[in-house]
């Protein structure tokens, strides 16, 4: 998906064009992925009443046509609008808006945006200070390969999946098979969270920091360091998640 990360201008589609889409052509779209700029684009005509709930969104091969960019770029696009509360998409049917302004909750996979707010504190925290005590030289490695390839990453799908892989080995370096497990299970809403984050409240670059402190408190040992870090990480979460909430 090497349109997502694309710099230029949506294309103007032939014909009529959204409001949406022209107030978002007065925006900086240079600094913005091709699936922020349209997600922008289809939230704003949402909240604005441009579409009105109840109403259908256009095809995902005629967005886009209109945007100029591939449909799995548009996908990843609707798949905000929906984890927002602000869109369903029914199959065979299309992708209709249900509400113009956010839910109190994100639903994220199988769970919801508070679920992982209120359990991950409980559980990579001390995940984290148990992987800097019990870590084998292999599962460190496999870390820093993971940390390196997240800060180099320009593909958002494929940043995503490394940054849940990332949460995953840290639960098996924690040699509990408990956390392993739970961090598993929660795999999928992670990289639903993660997407959510890095295109709405722009967090990608904030999360790989606050990775390689995470990673370095491992390489040291030191539990104490890593427990403190990944709480700092998941509180960074927490405050972009509410920010998207209460906007």
């Known amino acids: 998906m090497s ?24 925006q ?15 939230r704003t005509d949402i909240e604005s009443g441009t579409v009105a709930v109840g109403g259908k969104l256009s095809s995902e091969a005629m967005l886009s046509q209109q945007y100029g ?33 956010v839910a109190n909750d994100l639903t994220l996979g199988h769970y919801s945006a508070r679920d992982l707010t209120e359990a ?29 390839a997240m800060t ?7 940043w995503v999946a490394l ?20 961090v598993a299970d929660i795999r999928g809403a992670l990289a639903f969270q ?3 984050l890095n295109m709405v409240a722009d967090r990608q670059n904030a999360s790989d920091t606050e990775h390689q402190q995470i990673l370095a408190a491992i390489e040291a040992g030191s539990a104490e360091a890593a427990s403190l870090a990944m709480a700092e990480h998941l509180r960074a979460v927490g405050v972009a998640l509410d920010s998207i909430l209460n906007k």
Request: proline fraction near 5%; glycine fraction near 6%; charge should be positive.
């Open 3 to 26: 349109d997502s990360r694309t710099a230029g201008h949506p294309a103007k589609p032939s014909g009529h064009q959204s409001p949406g889409a022209q107030r978002l052509d007065a």
């Open 28 to 42: 900086p779209l240079a600094r913005l992925s091709a699936a922020e700029a349209v997600f922008n684009a289809i």
């Open 69 to 101: 960019v591939s449909r799995s770029v548009i996908r990843e696009a609707l798949r905000s609008c929906t984890a927002l509360g602000l869109t369903v998409t029914k199959t065979g049917k299309g992708t209709f808006v249900v509400a113009n302004k």
């Open 120 to 148: 991950r504190p409980h559980i990579e925290v001390p995940a984290a200070g148990l992987a800097a005590q019990r870590r084998t030289d292999e599962e460190l490695e496999t870390l820093r390969h993971i940390v390196a």
């Open 152 to 158: 180099t990453e320009t593909d958002p799908e494929s």
């Open 163 to 182: 940054d849940s892989s990332f949460h995953a080995a840290i639960a098996r370096a924690s040699g509990n098979k408990v956390f392993a497990s739970v």
């Open 194 to 196: 993660s997407e959510t």
